[in-house]
């Protein structure tokens, strides 16, 4: 059997969020990076054969199963390791809940914000709306986290992994997290799992975002 390959790039949270599992689980992988500058037609056969929809991150298992998808990859490995996962089916399905929230809200306010601050502009409303959307998702996240340790209990799953990728870079998106206490201590208890590692710490070099690239 082949190791797993994590397609990646250094500059993607939805990356980091299945890079951070993996790492938290002890499951040994290979990194391939993707150049995001490159159209996705022209990008490498080996990565247009298992990218569904183009994107970064694509998790290809140990039998050459692909699967794109940030939080449909922590799903698949939460079950194929039997790890990251909530202990109960009750605390499962939370876990699920907050992955289907995560896509919806979190991954449509912060990674664009941060984007536009960091590589490609956008127009400022476009900021003003993902701004005031983030804002709430904070508000939403904070709420959640003043009555538990983690998402889905006292213990880390992929949930937690999910909704906090992206966070680590939130100075990149121009915000101080000081306004939302409860998710500041949440990052801490996740900055201090065994294994943790800051996003540029955990992904390998790519080919940097060049200037006017959007994804
Ligand atoms: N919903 C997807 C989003 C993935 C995504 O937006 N990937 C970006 C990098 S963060 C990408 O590959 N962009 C390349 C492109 O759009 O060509 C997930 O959760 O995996």
């Known amino acids: 059997m082949a190791a797993p390959i994590l397609y990646i790039n250094r500059e993607s949270g939805h990356s980091y969020k299945v890079a951070l599992a993996l790492r938290l689980m002890g499951i040994g992988y290979e990194q391939r990076p993707v150049d995001l500058n490159v159209p996705r037609a022209e990008r490498s056969a080996d990565f247009r054969a298992v990218a569904l929809f183009g994107e970064v991150p694509v998790f290809v298992d140990e039998d050459g199963l692909a699967v794109c998808q940030s939080n449909a990859i922590l799903d698949f490995i939460a079950r194929r390791y039997g790890k990251l996962d909530g202990r109960t089916p009750a605390q499962r399905t939370r876990v699920r809940e907050w992955l289907a929230w995560e896509a919806n ?35 939403r996240l904070d709420e959640a986290l003043l009555g538990s340790v983690f998402l889905a209990g006292d213990a880390p799953t992929i949930a937690d992994m999910s909704c906090c990728g992206y966070l680590f870079w939130a100075d990149q998106a ?39 690239t959007r994804t």
């Open 105 to 139: 809200r979190i991954a449509m306010s912060l990674p664009h914000l941060r984007f536009s601050k960091r590589f490609t502009r956008a127009d400022a409303a476009l900021e003003a709306w993902w701004t005031q959307r983030m804002h709430a998702d904070f508000d």
């Open 174 to 212: 121009e915000v101080d997290l000081a306004r939302w206490p409860a998710v500041l201590a949440w990052l801490e208890r996740i900055r201090s799992l065994p294994g943790w590692r800051a996003p540029y710490d955990l992904l390998i070099t790519s080919p940097p975002i060049a200037a006017g």
